[in-house]
């Protein structure tokens, strides 16, 4: 199940549909959707319910993506990371 359908902007810089789904979170490379999972360091088993891309300034952008367990989780151009209960 697609809980959220987000066009956010990718490492490269393109803008691409991402995609929070009850498996985790994909992205439209264009020709087909790409999970994105422990190989890209996205928390495994992460279920993601909301992405949102926000304009950090300097020409800095990062991802949130809200999940069930973890809480938020944050991409930051370089790592994601987790930012949840304690």
């Known amino acids: 199940m697609v ?3 987000r066009e956010v902007t990718d490492r490269d ?4 549909l991402w995609a ?3 498996r985790g979170l994909c992205r439209w490379t264009g020709t087909a959707w790409q999970a994105i999972d422990q190989k890209e360091g996205f928390p495994r088993g992460t279920h993601a ?3 949102l ?3 950090e ?3 800095r952008r990062s991802i949130w993506v809200g999940s069930w ?3 938020l989780v944050r991409w ?5 990371q987790v930012h949840g209960p304690k």
């Open 3 to 5: 809980w959220k359908l």
């Open 13 to 16: 810089g393109k803008r691409r």
């Open 20 to 22: 929070a789904t009850a």
């Open 49 to 51: 319910n909301d992405i």
């Open 53 to 55: 891309e926000v304009d």
């Open 57 to 59: 300034g300097g020409g």
């Open 69 to 71: 367990g973890l809480g």
């Open 76 to 80: 930051d151009g370089t790592r994601w």
